[in-house]
Structure formats: structure tokens, C-alpha cells
């Protein structure tokens, strides 16, 4: 249609010509005619003129019709809209500007409407300019913004922008912009500064959210180098704007901080005066979803932030706060030294720089990154230059979850000490320990000896816990010597806190000091039973039997299973939570203690949740990094009078051989499909090689996996089990904890093991998370 419209309008265009050159052809030909010969041809001449001035006439009118009556009257019209700023020098900035219900905003908001409509109206863009807003007023001398509506004829989309007409205003000044002055202009009593002036198109939802915004509005100017808290919101309204302004040349931080555990609150950023879609920082929904306090940093002085509420209204949901920073490039000097520990990448001012997670970084003209999945990787450069240029760009505006880094320098020559280096990502890990870390699996083929230790006189295998128990067991009894002394560290040795290395497997917290620094006899507080107890025959466990194990409920009823690890820290599994309802700390109660689920005992504490940790890797679709850790609001006391105790955590290196008997606990189904048992049951299972496992379950073992339970089923964890424990019994006495109740095929069925979260391989996520503030 608009292509039919564009030809008849040329033609009409020739005919709009026509008239003119045809007029003066005619008044040529008339006096050529002064002379007539013959009436006849006269006749025809004046019948000619007839014609032409009819034919003119109807180009006239449809020249008229096509491009007037038919485009201003008859064709619908797009809205434009476009968001503008002009300094105006002979206003002085106060207070009163900054807020919407002051006379004083309002009188020179309609001052500046009159004079932008004024300057619009004098313009080529008259006939397009529909209605204008001043939104806000900025200091210096006095920053007027607004927003102008136009409305354009379908057929003129494209061919009008503001863009184009920026510069009407001055030239509608009446000639005052001529070279030499140039830079100012005086209209309606306004002094305005030309160059100032700057307009940009912009979405009918960012008009619309500024137009909501008009009843809670908060301007602020932020000079401070600290964090300087802004007004909060009004809570009878919906929803408000906030402008942060800062010094040309510096650039604002916002710190958001959640004050509930949870609500539904929205808070978007933009790093602009106009809140559009191209300048969105981030947008954050509900309060403890993601981190707690977010911090954002816009890229010059203007800042847009808007809360909107959600379906409840909390009272303080949050608090804002912003400070200012010079201005400066995202750069970095860092001095790369070898190290043995990897250091994390700090960057200066890191907050300044805050990594986008879609992006890409280059290094030595080598792209890396880009999107990754969920894993782990270690991208391994060699850097021939000493000094390295590492360049990261966002491919998005929106602010992602971040990027840590860490880096290390390694031996080119021996990559790996003691390890294996997997091609596929990078990472050292483990040789020979029965566990395929490798995607490839390289890391266990080759090996003589799979999760045994090897004799060094024959290459004989033997097992683990017959090393260093004082009885020969290699031809030489080389299994029997170095247990007392330090030995060259390894996947399999013990390392004290001092750097020592242990032959002897499972050292920590056996009454034996073996470190010369008996760091491994130190934070044994755990795996022990206060109270003796009988262990009877069937599956009903005896009041103190399990002290470690926790039920977690919501609104009363048991959900999931979980261990304490310390007088704070309940381990549970990540699929727990993964329900957004269930996210939440505050919807959590736990109880320790406890036997019986239906009735409380004396002995039972109840505890809320603090914070729930779940495994950044956690994959809800393959289970991997299926472990959650929960932050109890307070230590447990219940410890201090025996009723609980928390399961050891096993250290890296602790050696798990398949064939050891094991225990697994929890208030969950009797059998496949049926319901909760009210008595906390308790199942003897072994430990399961992770050969034996993928035979069960093919590609879908990880290495974060451990299998347990019996080729002909029966004995196994069910529904309501999630997140339980699995403990298993030292010679010392003590409980170690082995894997968390993940996931399996059914219930006890034969040649379907049940599987837990392998916690020696997250023993490092554990610490981490419990040591850090
Ligand atoms: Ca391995
Ligand atoms: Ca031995
Ligand atoms: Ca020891």
C-alpha cells in the first residue's frame, strides 16, 4: 500500500510542475498567436487552453488530495517520541526543582513546555509536534529534560526525525544564531545554550514509566565520595523514580540492599536520565533470589532507578544508597607472580569494573569466554611477552552474575604436580582414584592401580586402609614405612595445616596425632554419639542414634533431609530448594534432635534459616552439584547438651573404598511411591565403585556422584530422604560424612543404586562457603 501511495504521488508531483511551465507555454503561445490566420485554428487553440487548464486544475487537486487531504486527514499516525535536555543559563537550580509537587517545578515545567512548544511550532516539524513534557530539572545553570511527542502521517515515518529538526529551535530564534554568538540563543525569556541541546529517540514505555513515576519522584545530586543513603519510596504509591546526578566527568556506584528475605519487589536500573530498554543496567526481582546487596555503576553522570512494588506491600523492602567516582576506564595493572596457591584476580576499584557475564576477553589477541555452561574451566595461555594485555568486553548492557577469576602460574613442563591434566577443560585433576573427573576419562585409563595404592617393589595393589595399619602388606612392607613423617604430597595423601603430606589414609580425628603441628587432631568436635545406643533389630533408628541428622520442614510438614556439619551449618541437597517458593531462608524451619516427626520431644531444637547456599554449578537437570548449605539463624544448643552432633566432614583426601558399609538415614518413604515414615529410619548400604555405578546409570554419574546400596536393591533411600545423610564409620569410631541423599532410579530396585552428592569432592565449596563473612 504505502508503495501504490509513493507512485501516485510522483506523478501527482509532475503535474504540480506542470502547471507552471504549461502556463507560461501558453501565454508564449498566445502572443505567437497575436497574428491569427484562421478562425478555425483559433478555435482550436482556445479549446487547447481549455483542456490544459482543466487537466491543470485536476493535478491541482490531486496534487492537494494525495499530499494533504489524503496523508494529514485519512492516514493514521505513529507516535515518535524522543527525550531532550537543554541547559538554560539564566535559571538558577534549587531544591524546589527537584521535586514534581513544588509551584516552583510546576511553573518552570509549563514555562519550558510553552517555550519547546514555541520553538517546535516555528519549525518544519510544526505540523508533526503533538505535545511536550518537562520531566525533570538537573543543576547547571538549570538542565531542563523533557520529552516530545510527535505524531507522524504512516507515510512520513522514516523520513521524520528530531534528529534532523534538532537544530530548528535555534534557526526558529529569529536569525540570533549567527556565527560568533552561535552558542546561545534567547526564546521566551529563556537564555538557552545551544550546544546543550541534546535529543535522543526514544520507546513509548520509557515516556510511560516517567509519566508514572510523576507522583513519587526523588531527584538527588550525589557529590559524595562515600555511600550517601537516598529517601526511600513511598509505600502508598506503585511505583518511583529515582534521578541520580552527579558531576560531569565522575560516575555514580548504587548499592541496593534487600532488607527482607523475601518479597516481590522490582527494582530497575538505567544508566541514563531516560529509563529505555538500550540503557537498562540490571533489573532485580524479589528480595533474596540473588545476592542480597547489589551494586551497579553507571557510565556517566545520569542514573534512572525505579521500584515497583509487588503483589504485597512490605514496609522498607530495601535501601538505597550511591556515591560518586571519578570517572576513569575500566583498567588495570596486575603483576602476575608464581604462585602455588591461586590467587584471585582483584582488580583495583573491582567494583568499577563489574564483569558482564555474557562477554568475551581476550588475551594476547586470543578470544576466549563467551557463553559456558555451568562448569568449571581453566583456560591455560603461554605467555611470551612478560607483560600481557587482557582486554573484557560485555556483549550486553545488562549486568550479569559476574565472573571470578583466578589465576596461577603454572610449570609448563609439569602442568599437573601429582595430577592429571584433562585437555578438554583445563583442570588438574585426580589420576587413578576410581573417579573419571575427565569428560574424556583419560584421567583413568593407564592406571595399574584404581583407587589402591601401588607397592612399589611389584606394582602390587592394595588397599587403602591396609596401609599404614602397622601390618605388612607389600612384599618389602614399603606399605608399613613413612607413616610417621611427611612424604611427597599426592591426590591420596592427607596434607596437615602446615604443608605436610600423609601417608597414612584418613589420619584427621582418629585420637592419633600424625601432623607434626597435630592440626589433624585439631575441630574434631564431630561424629560421635553422646549417648550409647542400641541398636536394634529392623529399620526404626533409637532416640541419638543420628544426632547429625536434621528434618527440614516448610509450614510443619517434612520436605527434605539434612546433616549438621557444625554448630551452624546444616548440608543438605540443592533440588531441595530449587522451587522458587521453596528458595526462600524464611519459609524453613529445622528441627535437630529429633525421632518422631508427629510429635516434638524434649530433646529436639528448633531452628530458622539464616541464608541458603546452593552449589553455583548446581545442574537441575542432570542433579550434578546437587548441595545445598544452610546458615542456621544461631548455633545449635542442642549440642551443648548432646542431643546433636554434627557429622565429620571428610577431607579431600579421605578415602571412601567401595565395599565399606555405610549408613543412610531420614523420615522418608518405606517404599517406592508410599508415604513418609513417622520413626527416622535408618539403612546399611555399600558403597558402590563409580565403574559399578555407570553400568547402572551410563553418562549420568559425574564425578560429584557416589552410589550406594546393593545389586539386588531393596535396601535404599526414597522420596522424602533428599538431602539426607550418609554417614559412614572410621575404625576410630567416628562418623564421617560421606554423600547427601541426591537422586536414583526409584526405590531399591535391583541394578539401580541409590546416588548422593559426593562430598569429598566438595569438601573445598563446604569451607569455603562456612569461613567466608
Ligand atoms: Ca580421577
Ligand atoms: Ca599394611
Ligand atoms: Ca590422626
Known amino acids: 500500500m504505502a508503495l501504490g501511495h509513493g507512485a501516485k504521488k510522483s506523478v501527482s508531483c509532475e503535474q504540480g510542475v506542470t502547471p507552471a511551465t504549461l502556463h507560461d507555454g501558453v501565454q508564449a503561445g498566445g502572443q505567437a498567436s497575436a497574428p491569427p490566420t484562421r478562425k478555425s485554428r483559433s478555435c482550436k487553440y482556445v479549446l487547447a487552453f481549455i483542456i490544459i487548464i482543466i487537466l491543470a486544475a485536476a493535478g491541482v487537486t490531486l496534487a492537494w488530495y494525495f499530499l494533504e487531504y489524503r496523508v494529514w486527514m485519512c492516514e493514521p499516525r505513529v507516535q515518535q517520541q524522543y527525550s531532550a535536555y537543554l541547559s538554560i543559563l539564566n535559571r538558577n537550580f534549587s531544591a524546589d526543582l527537584s521535586s514534581h509537587s513544588s509551584a516552583a517545578f510546576r511553573r518552570e515545567a509549563k514555562g519550558v513546555q510553552n517555550m519547546v512548544k514555541k520553538i517546535m511550532e516555528c519549525s518544519s516539524l510544526c505540523r508533526y509536534f503533538n505535545y511536550t513534557t518537562a520531566f525533570a530539572f538537573g ?51 529563556y537564555l538557552l545554550h545551544l550546544p546543550s541541546l541534546t535529543v535522543t529517540e526514544t520507546d513509548s514505555k520509557a515516556i510511560e514509566l516517567l509519566k508514572a513515576s510523576f507522583d513519587c519522584y526523588r531527584y538527588q545530586k550525589v557529590v559524595s565520595t562515600g555511600p550517601l543513603a537516598l529517601r526511600g519510596p513511598d509505600m502508598q504509591r506503585s511505583s518511583c523514580l529515582w534521578h541520580l546526578q552527579t558531576d560531569p566527568g565522575s560516575q555514580l556506584e548504587l548499592h541496593m540492599e534487600w532488607l527482607l528475605p523475601e518479597c516481590r519487589d522490582r527494582l530497575v536500573v538505567y544508566d541514563s536520565l531516560t529509563p529505555s530498554d538500550t540503557h537498562l543496567i540490571t533489573s532485580v526481582y524479589g528480595c533474596s533470589r540473588h545476592e542480597r546487596l547489589v551494586r551497579v555503576l553507571s557510565s556517566g ?38 604462585t602455588t596457591t591461586p590467587p584471585t584476580l582483584t582488580v583495583p576499584g573491582a567494583s568499577l569494573c563489574r564483569l558482564k557475564a555474557w562477554g568475551q576477553w581476550i588475551i594476547q589477541n586470543r578470544r576466549l569466554c563467551g557463553t559456558r555452561g555451568l562448569q568449571p574451566y581453566t583456560e591455560r595461555l603461554f605467555l611470551l611477552p612478560t607483560d600481557t594485555t587482557v582486554v573484557m568486553t560485555s556483549e550486553v548492557s545488562i549486568t550479569g552474575p559476574g565472573l571470578q577469576l583466578r589465576y596461577q602460574v603454572f610449570n609448563q613442563s609439569d602442568p599437573c604436580p601429582g595430577q592429571f591434566l584433562c585437555t578438554t577443560n583445563g583442570l588438574c585433576v585426580p589420576a587413578c582414584d576410581g573417579i573419571k573427573d575427565c569428560p574424556n576419562g583419560l584421567d583413568e585409563r593407564n592406571c595399574v592401580c584404581v583407587a589402591q595404592y601401588q607397592c612399589p617393589e611389584d606394582s602390587q595393589c592394595v588397599d587403602y586402609y591396609k596401609v599404614c595399619d602397622q601390618l ?302
Request: charged residues 20%; hydrophobic residues 30%.
Open 139 to 189: 543543576e547547571g545553570s538549570v538542565v531542563a529534560h523533557f520529552w516530545i511527542v510527535m505524531s507522524v502521517p504512516g507515510s512520513h515515518v522514516g523520513r521524520v526525525t528530531l534528529e534532523t529538526g534538532d537544530k530548528e529551535p535555534g534557526g526558529g530564534t529569529g536569525g540570533s544564531r549567527e556565527p560568533g554568538e552561535g552558542e546561545t540563543a534567547s526564546f521566551s525569556g
Open 301 to 338: 553522570e545520569w542514573m534512572t532507578v525505579i521500584w515497583k512494588q509487588g503483589l504485597y506491600n512490605y514496609k522498607d523492602p530495601f535501601s538505597l544508597s550511591a556515591q560518586t567516582w571519578t570517572r576513569r576506564d575500566c583498567n588495570s595493572t596486575i603483576e602476575l607472580k608464581a
Open 472 to 773: 605388612p602388606d607389600c612384599p618389602e612392607a614399603s606399605d608399613e614405612v613413612n607413616c610417621t613423617e611427611g612424604v611427597q604430597c599426592s591426590d591420596m595423601t592427607y596434607v596437615c595445616a602446615d604443608g605436610t603430606c600423609l601417608k597414612k589414609p584418613n589420619p584427621e580425628c582418629d585420637f592419633v596425632a600424625d601432623c607434626p603441628d597435630a592440626s589433624d587432631e585439631k575441630q574434631c568436635d564431630c561424629g560421635l554419639r553422646q549417648f550409647s545406643s542400641r541398636i536394634v533389630g529392623g529399620t526404626n533408628a533409637t532416640e541419638g542414634e543420628w544426632p547429625w541428622q536434621a528434618s527440614l520442614q516448610v509450614r510443619g510438614t517434612h520436605i527434605c533431609g539434612g546433616a549438621l556439619i557444625s554448630s551452624q551449618w546444616v548440608v543438605s541437597a540443592a533440588h531441595c530448594f530449587y522451587d522458587d517458593s521453596l528458595y526462600s531462608p524464611s519459609v524453613w524451619t529445622v528441627y535437630l534432635g529429633k525421632l518422631l516427626l508427629n510429635s516434638s520431644s524434649r530433646t529436639e531444637e528448633v531452628a530458622r534459616v539464616l541464608r541458603i547456599h546452593l552449589h553455583q554449578y548446581y545442574d537441575y537437570e542432570s542433579h550434578d552439584y546437587d548441595l545445598a548449605l544452610l546458615k542456621l539463624d544461631r548455633p545449635a544448643s542442642a549440642l551443648l547438651a548432646g542431643h546433636a552432633q554434627p557429622a565429620c566432614l571428610p577431607p579431600v583426601a579421605h578415602q571412601l573404598d567401595p565395599g565399606l558399609l555405610c549408613w543412610v538415614t531420614g523420615w522418608g518413604a518405606l517404599q517406592e511411591g508410599g508415604s513418609a515414615s513417622n520413626v527416622l529410619q535408618k539403612v546399611d548400604v555399600r558403597l558402590v565403585s563409580e565403574e559399578a555405578c555407570i553400568r547402572s546409570y551410563g553418562q549420568l554419574v559425574t564425578p560429584r556422584m557416589l552410589c550406594a546400596g546393593y545389586r539386588y536393591g531393596d535396601k535404599d533411600a526414597c522420596q522424602g530422604d533428599s538431602g539426607g545423610p550418609l554417614v559412614c564409620q572410621e575404625p576410630s569410631g567416628r562418623w564421617f560424612l560421606a554423600g547427601v541423599v541426591s537422586w536414583g532410579k526409584g526405590c531399591g530396585r535391583a541394578d539401580y543404586y541409590g546416588v548422593y552428592t559426593r562430598i569429598t569432592r566438595l569438601t573445598g565449596w563446604i569451607q569455603e562457603v562456612i569461613s567466608s563473612p
